[in-house]
RNA sequence: GUGAGCGUAGCUCAACUGGUCAGAGCACUGGACUGUGGAUCCAGGUGUUGGGGGUUCAAGUCCCCUCGCUCACCCCA
């Protein structure tokens, strides 16, 4: 086979598919109780829009990004995340003047040019919620309980959220200044991509796994940001805390926890999980009041959440997913006129809601009978010469055996008394 | 982008140090079985050994390149 679908891409069939809509119905229904509305953002956009919301200096703008430039010289990019677009939604639609508080979901594809692994792809899916135009913390809180809510529901435990506060533009200047010289005085054993991110973002240095480096960050005197938070953040942050307390969500507070995306003001959390190797985060957000205005739009404060959905499928798969067969039924004609008696009855389950797969009159009985059985399906309805002389059609349950003649009518009535119980 | 491991049938895997090596099981298709499933038996596609080049009388096996997969780094979801 020569043309392979593309590094970092995949399909999602078979049995999986199962998970995917189980996955994405979750989302959805409790997206819909909690006030949150669905936004379809196109999956391309203008580079721009990406290399100033998401920041020139992440890793996603400097090297992660799926861009073109399109037959009309425009400079083209596959969206990386879903948090820019939908910022951009709202400026373009004016929503700060009409209605400036919404509350938006989505769900869909998003792009980055990585070397695949575990839980890794180039096409990825996420599903993620945005607030625009609150600025209370309870806002954070709600996002927060929304997601955790959602993975209650799918099942998946030894869930971990690490919490942080990276400050607002009053206080987080003073905390950077102070983190650089604190690791500017100990770069003798800083590794070299943090002495490189020092002079970049200094704050990207606390991401690093080096072990050197974090027994640096373990000093008793090395500056935490919680320590430089001005009145505002504290109070957000506290407000926060307690609110999460209440609704007995547990999380660690890590000041060390920054994230990729320049945009985040104050909150910052992630959700991670023990048991998928390095990908480990499944879930993660944060609260980014200057990103309209990084966009050209007014000061609107915005609070949002985003996850892997390949990650979480890997857990649901892993955590055997319950899988029920589907209620079907099988149609097997015996001739030609059995096939015509059984295409005209379809149209007749069809419109009663029974979901049904007809099969053709070349093959015999045994091989329906067969066929019927490894998809799965129970029920089996045969048309044929006998049926006819009885005006009617046979009902096999290949799960009993039995087998009788019913009248159409009677057939119907049995299917559907057969799927309410299914 | 860096590093390591691995590529044989749709899937899971064999083939000792280069020498009937192109195989087994599962799955698939047809038949034994013309209208009664799970079983059995028989027959059969199961394939450019990922691709290209080289060494050799001889390469799935050794060397080089390339592509892909996997894992890790990086970073994130």
Sequence with gaps: ME???????????????????????????????FGYEEIRTPVFEHTELFARGVGEETDIVQKEMYTFTDKGGRSITLRPEGTAPVVRAYLEHGFFVRDPRVRWYYLGPMFRYERPQAGRMRQFHQFGFEALGFQDPACDAEIILLAWTIYRELGLSDLSLELNSIGCPLCKPHYVRRLREYLESRKDVLCENCKRRLVENPLRVLDCKNETCQAVFREASFPSIQDFLCTECRRHEERLFSLLTRLGIPFVVNPRLVRGLDYYTRTVFEVKVHTLGAQDAIGGGGRYDGLARVLGGPEVPGVGFAAGMERIVLLLERSGFPRKDAFRVYLAPQDEEGEK??????????????????????????????????????????AGEEERKNEGFSLKDLASGEQMLLSREELLGRLRKEREAC
């Design 3 to 33: 043309i392979k679908a593309p590094r970092g891409t995949r399909d999602i069939l078979g049995e999986e598919v199962a998970l995917w809509q189980y996955l994405e119905e979750v989302v959805r229904r409790n997206a819909h109780l």
């Design 341 to 382: 008696d059984l295409l005209a009855l379809s149209q007749v389950l069809h419109e009663a809601g029974i979901p049904f797969c007809l099969d053709f009159a070349s093959k015999n009985l045994r091989y329906h009978l067969k066929r019927a059985q490894k998809m799965g399906v129970r029920f089996v309805v045969i």
